[in-house]
């Protein structure tokens, strides 16, 4: 699998061309952005005399059968509003450590560590460490947010050394070699997904690891983008020895499939149908709207900013507050470590057409999401008899597809009816998939049955693999969501809990047998 390791571009401009892209791309993007914005208000407007932004607002009642949420924050009308992530932690009596971490090819990167102040630091090299790592756009503000009701929260409670990792760029371009007005170097920004997973997960997992003398391996949750680059990590065979160093896997929404939201929002129609050129020259050869991000520097900590976010988010991903907590200012929380540094070149291989490799090109026709069968058939190339008779009932199911290219379909780095992984069963990492199902971004269960069917030799249900979906969570709600502990933390603990009486059990079997010998 070549295709997944980094590669590097020959395309880099001269001094004048350089100018030239940078010049149009800033009026371009300033272009889109005024009219994603003002799409984003008239959106927003027609909810609101439609009378559907109703359905929108916080649910009253969010409980479910094991987990009641609680105040995110004490004294919530004093929450302050800065862009400090230390400062909301501290809010819940505990401290973030922050450490610069650099990858091999020289980017500097922000790793968090969450600690309760009152414990010792021997005794927190005894809990097993989880990493937590975020999507597209986000940072690791993103997981902790919610306050009590936050996944990383939970974990600490429950006795986990928690980390939360970041990827190149973040908030602020830094790089061990170069100096100097990054945001404008083509060097910096040479790079694309698979250097994320090459270079970025590995060396977050290395930097945990290198603080846990007494742990080999730890527990890793993705998000989005998060499961993008594990994926590849995982399926790339000169990264075999972090299959060594991974315990398992939980994906939350993972991003490897589009949905059916690629097919209704003119933006992604948009950026999807521009040549490489007019890409290009509307959103430059670096930094991918960079007025985001200076945005969120700017008015970030005002209303203003949390209501533009809003709208902007409900306008282009569908996504809503209806599972979130009914307080302004914590939602407001929750956009504030939004709209982190992106590559252009990597968001061209989420939605431009003319990336051959790229996640919308494994779209499926749009009558296919409308009947709910992207992911429904059974695949036709599996190597047994097992599901013949199914396949013979899936044969006219194909066509009704619309059949999406097949030649198109290998050629991206997620091929759908391609068997991904290549390594030894017994160093295969176990995964939990959460998938939402009002998650029209992504398409979740396609993912799920990939692995359920094609990844056969590797993966079953009843062994190393688990899919729950959460019906009523859409994107962010994963992570974000007032419940999210109930329905996403406390499953983890409990298949975390299982794996280690499942090895004291087998280690206990083995010491009575070497008795039983002796």
């Not at 995982?234 to 993972?254: D, G």
């Not at 030649?407 to 069963?425: N, V």
């Not at 396609?446 to 009843?462: D, I, L, Q």
């Amino acid at each position: 699998m070549s295709n997944l390791n980094p590669t590097k571009r020959t395309d880099l401009h001269g001094p004048v061309l350089t100018f030239f892209i940078v010049l149009s791309s800033a009026v371009g993007s300033f272009l889109f952005v005024w009219s994603v914005t003002l799409g984003a208000n008239i959106y927003h407007l027609r909810d609101i005399f439609s009378g559907r932004e109703k359905a929108n607002k916080p649910r009253t009642e969010n409980s479910v059968p094991n987990y009641t949420p609680v105040e995110p924050y004490p004294n919530l009308d004093k929450l302050k509003l800065t862009r400090n992530l230390r400062y909301y932690a501290q809010l819940l009596d505990l401290d973030l450590e922050e450490r610069e971490i650099t990858t091999k090819d020289g980017y500097v990167l922000i790793l968090h560590r969450l600690i309760d102040p009152n414990e010792s630091s021997e005794s927190r090299d005894e809990k097993p460490p989880i990493i937590l790592q975020h999507g597209l756009l986000l940072c690791s503000g993103a997981y902790l947010a919610p306050g009590k009701n936050s996944l990383p929260y939970f974990f600490l409670s429950q006795g986990f050394d928690v980390w939360m990792g970041n990827n190149r760029c973040g908030f602020k371009p830094n790089h061990a070699d170069l100096a100097g007005n990054l945001m404008h170097n083509e060097h910096f920004w040479d790079w694309d997904v698979r250097h994320l997973a090459f270079y970025d997960l590995p060396c977050i997992i290395d930097n945990v690891l290198a603080h846990k003398p007494h742990h080999a391996k730890v527990f890793l949750v993705g998000h989005s983008q998060g499961c993008t680059q594990t994926l590849l990590l995982l399926r790339n065979e000169q990264l075999q020895e972090y299959h060594e160093k991974i315990e398992h896997f939980f994906a939350l929404a993972p991003a490897a499939f589009p949905g059916e939201l690629f097919h209704e929002r003119r933006f992604i129609k948009f950026i999807h149908n521009k040549s490489p050129r007019m890409y290009k020259a509307i959103f430059g050869n670096c930094c991918f709207l960079a007025m985001l991000t200076q945005l969120r520097n700017l008015i970030g900590t005002t209303r203003l900013f949390s209501l533009l976010l809003y709208q902007i988010f409900k306008y282009l991903f569908g996504w809503n507050i209806r599972n979130c907590y009914n307080h302004k200012k914590v939602i407001h929380v929750q956009f504030l470590f939004n709209a982190s540094l992106v590559l252009a070149k990597l968001m061209s291989w989420w939605l431009s057409d003319f990336v051959e490799e790229g996640f919308s090109n494994q779209l499926q026709p749009k009558q296919a999401y409308k009947d709910g069968i992207t992911a429904d058939f059974t695949p036709l190339n599996t190597r047994d008899d097992e599901h013949s008779e199914q396949k013979k009932q899936n044969g006219d199911l194909e066509k009704n597809m619309g059949e999406l290219d097949e030649h198109k379909d290998e050629k991206t780095l997620f091929p759908y009816k391609t068997e991904w992984f290549a390594t030894e069963k017994k160093s295969v990492i176990p995964m939990m998939v959460f998938v939402g199902g009002e998650d029209f971004l992504v398409d979740g269960l396609r993912f799920a049955t990939h692995m359920k069917h094609y990844e056969r030799n590797f993966y079953s249900e009843k062994r190393n693999l688990e899919v729950v979906e959460v019906k009523e969570y859409n994107h962010l709600d994963v992570i974000w969501a007032l419940n999210c502990i109930g329905l996403i933390g406390m499953p983890i603990l409990d298949k975390i809990r299982g794996l280690k009486e499942t090895a004291e059990s087998e280690a206990e079997t083995v010491k009575q047998e070497t008795l039983d010998v002796a």
